[in-house]
């Protein structure tokens, strides 16, 4: 996968993509089974979809149940207030949050449950909980652009996304319809799982808008790379190139990125310090080749093909650039993995209870 590029080139050489479910940020993923969560509090942003709809979620989209009495402000409604005014916040004490449920009379715990998901498969408890670090530094990062969805738009995604899970169903052969695939395969309530994944869809196409903003309000290029295992490989490449064949028509004869099948697109890329093959493309002038750089084991040649300057504005201003920017080109996990570490860097993040609870080496 391509875009930015980041720190770890030898993956950046053979896949560009590196987590959220291996696919691009411009596909919806196939909704997975997790057990129904509790639902999560509201947040207001002007998120320009109806009250009810949720926050949004990079990819892969992490579905949530979808509570009847969930709500959200709406987008010129204000954020209700922690606390009522009337009572000062030291008197207003929260209800314990009730159990999962009990067993032989005794209440099971979130904690307990998080304990033992630990201790069975904490890879797999990491790797969601950085879905829902994602899903919330995405909202807030909509909220701060003021991103408002098409609601048409997000109807035909919708529906786009129902009809490629209903092929799914209709391809194991068991002449099932799409309800009863949800109610007997995967054990949930159709009308809730069908909703679930109308609030994911939603929550990636916020999402994507999110990264894509940010790649465009920054400086950013588009180039051609060709990736190749050795420096003898590389040599064949630069005599292909010094005969007058075309930079993509050789990326996809040489490359063994998966960028070849794109005539070695990497459609954004954005400044990295400790990348040496971005710093490379920024030192480089539009349709110039640089290269054979060695990185991690492989051998790097790379032309520029395009830079942009940077956009500004709310985004009222920068809306149809970037609508049209994703139209032409997905956001691809690299350059969601670049866009995630700036909001690391942006909103504070503290899971150290968390972490302590489980006893996570943190």
């Known amino acids: 996968m391509n875009s930015a590029l980041g720190s770890s080139e030898l993956a950046g050489a ?7 479910c291996g696919c691009a940020a411009g596909e919806v993923a196939s909704p997975p089974t997790p057990p129904p969560p509790r639902p999560a509090p509201a947040v207001a942003a002007p998120l320009g979809t109806p009250p ?13 149940p979808a509570p009847a009495a969930r709500t959200e402000p709406g987008p010129t409604e204000p954020a209700a207030a922690a606390s009522s005014p009337s009572v000062p916040a030291s008197q207003s004490t929260p209800a314990p949050d009730p159990p999962l449920g009990w067993v032989a009379g005794t209440p099971l715990e979130p904690e307990e449950l998080l304990l033992e ?8 408890l990491y790797l969601v909980v950085d879905k829902l670090i994602s899903a919330r530094l995405a909202l807030a990062e ?71 903003a940010n790649s465009l309000q920054n400086e950013t290029l588009a180039l051609r790379l060709i990736v190749v295992s050795s420096a003898e490989q590389a040599a064949e490449v630069q005599k292909a190139l010094a005969a007058g064949r075309d930079f993509a028509e050789v990326a996809r004869e040489f490359s063994i990125d998966d960028s070849k099948k794109d ?8 400044p990295q310090e400790r990348s040496p093959l971005a710093r490379l493309a920024f030192q480089t002038d539009v349709g110039a080749v640089a290269g054979p750089v060695p990185i991690a084991d492989h051998q790097f040649l790379i032309r520029v093909e395009e830079r942009r300057i940077p956009l500004s504005g709310d985004w009222s201003a920068i809306a149809a650039a970037v609508e049209a920017s994703l139209l032409e080109h997905p956001v691809q996990d690299s350059e969601f993995l670049h866009w995630k570490l700036v909001m690391e860097g942006r909103y504070p993040i503290d899971l150290g209870p968390l972490w302590s609870l489980i006893g996570a080496a943190r």
């Open 263 to 270: 005539g070695g697109l990497v459609p954004f890329v954005v």
């Open 14 to 20: 053979l896949a560009l993509a590196l987590l959220l």
């Open 52 to 64: 009810a709809d949720p926050a949004p979620v990079p990819p892969p989209a992490a579905l949530e």
């Open 117 to 124: 998901w630990g201790d069975v498969a904490s890879r797999e």
């Open 142 to 212: 909509a909220s701060r652009l003021g991103i408002r969805l098409d609601p048409p738009a997000v109807e035909q995604r919708v529906a786009a996304e129902r009809a490629e899970l209903e092929q799914r169903v209709a391809k194991d052969g068991k002449q099932r319809s799409l309800d009863e695939y949800i109610a007997r395969e995967l054990g949930f309530e159709p009308a809730r799982y069908l909703e679930r994944m109308r609030l994911a869809t939603i929550r990636q196409m916020l999402a994507e808008r999110a990264v894509r």
